[in-house]
Nanobody
Framework: QVQLVESGGGLVQPGGSLRLSCVASRSIIGVYDVEWYRQTPGKQREFVAGISVGGKTNYADFAKGRFTVSGGDAKNSMYLQMSGLKPEDTAVYYC???????WGQGTQVTVSS
């Protein structure tokens, strides 16, 4: 198993930016497909962005042009740079390794004026 810990969430005004981090207990970049998901109360978790083992990135439509996913040089971390945040981006954001069924505890992002 791999332990995942997210951080970087917080309260931000509409139009603002945040950088989320996901730190793993061992190397994940280039080893697994790793992804960001988000969830709001009463809704299913939805895919946000991900990096494949080969380094290819992909994004949900709502994230394209605003969010950037990247892996850390140390290979045990993943980041989500979010800009142009909207109130509808308010959610708990999780990192995930689907192959292992590993989820972090999540970090709350609140976009509000």
């Amino acid at each position: 198993q791999v332990q995942l810990v997210e951080s970087g969430g917080g309260l931000v005004q509409p139009g603002g930016s945040l950088r989320l981090s996901c730190v793993a207990s061992r190397s994940i970049i280039g080893v697994y497909d790793v992804e960001w998901y988000r969830q709001t109360p009463g809704k299913q978790r939805e895919f946000v962005a991900g990096i494949s083992v080969g380094g290819k990135t992909n994004y949900a439509d709502f994230a394209k042009g605003r969010f950037t996913v990247s892996g850390g040089d140390a290979k045990n971390s993943m980041y989500l740079q979010m800009s142009g945040l909207k109130p509808e981006d308010t959610a708990v954001y999780y990192c995930n390794i689907m192959l292992l069924g590993s989820w972090g505890q999540g970090t709350q992002v609140t976009v509000s004026s």
